[in-house]
């Protein structure tokens, strides 16, 4: 079975993007990432990377915690 191809650079800037505007949205809504994290079910080492950009949430994910913040899942993702 082959490894899947890397992401490219262009792809973690963008993911790195992403969840700094997680991060800035949560912030704005004055939740902690504990407040997330219990709201979704998510573990805070995981959330954390989501924000961090170490990690590429699923869908259902980002639509978990746009729910969470009380946001449209565009403001998670905007640029």
């Known amino acids: ?14 993911r790195r993007a992403v969840g700094e505007q997680i991060r800035r949205v949560r912030e704005y809504h004055n939740l902690s990432q504990r407040e997330v994290c219990e709201r979704t079910g998510i573990d805070i080492a995981s959330y954390s ?25 565009t403001e998670l993702v905007r640029r």
Request: glycine fraction near 6%.
């Open 49 to 73: 990377r989501i924000e961090q950009g170490h990690a590429s949430p699923l869908l259902d994910t980002l639509i978990r915690i746009a729910d969470a913040i009380g946001v449209e899942l």
């Open 1 to 14: 079975m082959s490894r899947p191809t890397p992401p490219t650079d262009q792809v973690v800037a963008r």
